[in-house]
C-alpha cells in the first residue's frame, strides 16, 4: 500500500492519540509481515514445533483467517486455542485484563505441568 494511503487510512480508522504510536511501529510491522510471508505454503513445517502453543483468535468476519488459524491449530501438536468472540485485533490495549487472564493461565499450566515432568 502506498505510503500517502496508509497514512490517509490509518488517519481515519485510529483515534488521534494512537496515531503517532501506530505510524512508529510501521517498519516493525513491515518487517513481521515480510516473515510471516516468507512461511506461507509451508504449513508442514509447523508440524516440528514442540513448545506448548497458545492460539488466540478474537471476532473476525474473514472466512479466510478462521480457516488458516484451524488449519494451524489442527498442524501444532497439541496446541490450545481460545477464541474471544467479542474482541478484536487490538484487544490487548482495549481489554488487557481478558487477554492477560488466559495468558497467565496458559503459561501457569505449562509451567506447572513442567515442574511436575522434572519431579
Known amino acids: ?8 487510512f490509518l488517519r ?6 494512537d496515531l503517532g ?3 512508529a511501529l510501521m517498519p516493525q510491522c513491515v518487517s513481521e509481515y ?3 510471508t516468507r512461511l506461507d505454503g509451508r504449513l508442514a513445517d509447523y508440524r516440528e514445533i514442540t513448545a506448548a502453543t ?6 473476525d468476519r474473514s472466512v479466510r483467517r478462521q480457516a488458516a488459524l484451524t488449519r ?3 498442524t501444532i501438536p497439541g496446541a490450545e486455542t481460545v477464541t474471544f468472540p467479542e474482541l478484536d485485533h487490538v484487544a490487548p ?7 492477560a487472564d488466559v495468558v497467565l493461565r496458559f503459561f501457569g499450566a505449562h509451567l ?5 515432568t522434572r519431579s
Open 34 to 36: 515480510a516473515k510471516a
Open 21 to 23: 504510536q501506530n505510524i
Open 12 to 17: 481515519r480508522t485510529v483515534p488521534p492519540a
Open 72 to 74: 494451524l491449530a489442527e
Open 112 to 116: 506447572q505441568s513442567g515442574a511436575e
Open 93 to 99: 490495549e482495549k481489554e488487557p485484563g481478558q487477554v
Open 1 to 8: 500500500m502506498p505510503r500517502a494511503l496508509l497514512r490517509a
Open 54 to 59: 497458545l492460539i488466540m483468535r478474537g471476532k
